[in-house]
């Protein structure tokens, strides 16, 4: 069915009895030309573009447990197009321009709100940092305002502008910059693909593969063994573990990262504000609660929940970035396992072995990536070569010194 | 999470800073070509199990801790003093 206007007035008047699963829950087949393993953002979104843009029809979707149940739905859903360095500056772009047209490709509501994404600065280095970052922004069309002191503290009058440890001095104003709705990205994407022929597969988790001659021949799961010619693989926090299972060491690390909402409150936050000073980050959704989260714990996990010294942590800094929020109360936190890659950037990019192929290492950035990773990856798939908006996340660039470092940590996973 | 520091009893884990892999202590030698520094500098084994690790007791006795720690449940397995294993080995 074709959502439109009409089908909610004619369901309203029909008792809502026409609406149907959105998508099928088919048995999987023995054999498929393309076996996507993970059904989560970048999972979705490749199978969707390969039935797409490269015609493939014989797709299937792997899925341990149900779809979108993995950090496409526990992310603080940032999207935004403010990257500094030559590989991630075109690649966000990319993905920025495939976000604005989304709903109306996958006919699908994922509630973008370009409200606008502010960085906040502290420091005249930092203005001039934003500057330089803005002026780059702006030369590859995106959108950038630099703006001062006085006018931070006319547009979000909310903040601590009077006694903060850390004094507002400006920031930069991304006004295409904002939030979407996590899960309908991930459900519009599975039902943009199974409309296009693409089996999804929930509760199949792969447990090995199948490499004879060097070439990739198939997977074993726990619904039976699967025969595929080209295997994609997107499981984010778990890229080591099912990496290894193909015999590759990856330079990646597992961290937790934990995020916080409120209560539902008066809309008080109109946009998306960071404090990358304080590690705090804060928006509002639509339904009120203030959803808000900082840096990761810092140890490696696999733990999917944090400890209280970050929840303190990040508390402390929205109190000293804007003290009213400490009369809301704050309903839950959780926790999300990201693939840390050594430079903080993604890995997408074949393998040493024929037919398997690697969309890794997502780290803080992987929800505002899902559109344009699904559009690069797929590419690579179906054609064997790099799109041109990602042909720098290669897997090798650690050992030929062509790392992308946005925060020049080096080596260091857990401060990116 | 609380470590058990060998020199200093058992402590809230916000006294440490975390360093990474314990891998780290095994430095190849100068010359032992760009492989294996890239292997020592990038690659991570990155188990869902117990890992070993550096952890820095900054706010107590500052030494360097090389801890087992179960990494689906963050339960410390073991603590010894690094500088008791690079003393083993010489
Ligand atoms: C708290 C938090 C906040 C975040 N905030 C933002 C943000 O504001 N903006 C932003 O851009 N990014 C953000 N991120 C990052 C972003 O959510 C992730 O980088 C991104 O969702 C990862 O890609 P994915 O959606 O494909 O992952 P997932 O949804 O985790 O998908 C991977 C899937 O693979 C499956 N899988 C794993 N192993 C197997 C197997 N062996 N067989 C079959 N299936 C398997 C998993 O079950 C899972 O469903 C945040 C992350 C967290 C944790
Ligand atoms: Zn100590």
Not at chain 1, 62 to 76: A, D, H, M, Q, S
Not at chain 1, 346 to 372: E, H, L, M, Q, R
Not at chain 2, 16 to 23: E, L, M, Q
Not at chain 2, 49 to 70: I, K, P, Q, S, T
Request: hydrophobic share 40%; aromatic share 10%.
């Amino acid at each position: 069915m074709r959502y439109s206007a009409w089908e909610v007035f004619r369901n309203g008047l029909t008792g809502n009895k026409g609406w149907k699963p959105v998508w099928r829950n088919p048995e999987p087949k023995s054999s498929y030309d393309v076996v996507i393993v993970g059904g989560g953002g970048h999972g979705l979104s490749t199978a969707y573009y390969l039935a797409k843009n490269h015609g493939i029809a014989n797709i299937a979707v792997l899925e341990k447990g149900y779809l979108g149940g993995g950090n496409v739905g526990r992310n603080t859903t940032i999207v935004r197009a403010n990257y500094m360095l030559e590989g991630n500056s075109q690649f966000y772009s990319h993905s920025l321009k495939l976000w604005e047209n989304l709903e109306r490709e996958l006919n699908y509501n994922v509630m973008l709100s370009q409200r606008g994404q502010i960085l906040l600065a502290h420091s005249d280095g930092q203005m001039d940092r934003f500057a330089r970052l803005g002026n780059m922004m702006r030369m590859q069309g995106d959108d950038a305002e630099l703006w001062g002191r006085d006018e931070v503290r006319a547009k979000l009058p909310y903040l601590n502008h009077d006694t903060a440890r850390f004094p507002i001095y400006g920031g930069l104003m991304h006004w295409r910059g904002g939030t979407a709705r996590h899960d309908a990205v991930a459900w519009g994407y599975a039902r943009g693909a199974d409309r296009r022929g693409v089996d999804l597969i929930q509760n199949c988790q792969v447990t090995g593969f199948r490499i004879e001659g060097g070439q990739i021949r198939g997977v074993d799961t726990t619904r039976g063994y699967i025969a595929a010619g080209k295997v994609g693989m997107c499981v984010a926090g778990r890229s080591s573990q099912v990496g290894e299972m193909a015999g590759l060491r990856l330079p990646i690390e597992s961290h937790v990262l934990q995020a916080f909402v409120t209560e539902g409150l008066k809309p008080l936050i109109p946009h998306v504000v960071s404090f990358g000073m304080g590690h705090f980050y804060i928006s509002q959704s639509d339904k009120g609660g203030l959803v808000f989260g900082g840096d990761l714990d810092g140890y490696n996990s696999y733990a999917q929940r944090g400890n209280l010294p970050m929840a303190e942590h990040v508390a402390e800094a929205g109190m000293a970035l804007m003290p009213m929020i400490g009369k809301a109360r704050m309903l839950r936190s959780w926790g999300g396992i990201m693939d840390m890659s050594m430079d903080g950037s993604p890995i997408i990019d074949k393998t040493s072995i024929d037919g398997f192929f690697i969309n890794c290492g997502w780290c803080y950035g992987g929800f505002k990536a899902v559109p344009a990773s699904g559009d690069v990856f797929a590419h690579l798939i179906a054609t064997g070569n790099h799109h041109a908006a990602a042909n720098r996340f290669l897997l090798d660039r650690f050992a030929t010194g062509r790392m992308i470092d946005e925060t020049g940590n080096g080596a260091t996973p857990n401060l990116h | 999470m609380r470590i058990d520091c060998p020199l200093c009893g058992c402590r809230d884990s916000r006294e440490f800073h975390y360093r990474g892999t314990g891998k780290l202590m095994e430095r190849p030698a100068a010359d032992a070509g760009a492989e294996a520094f890239h292997d020592y500098i990038y690659m991570r084994e990155n188990p869902a199990g117990v890992n070993c690790e550096l952890w820095f007791h900054e706010m107590g006795c500052r030494a360097w801790l090389l801890v087992e720690r179960d990494v689906s449940s963050h339960e410390f397995l073991s603590v010894r003093l690094a500088e008791s294993v690079t003393r083993g080995k010489q």
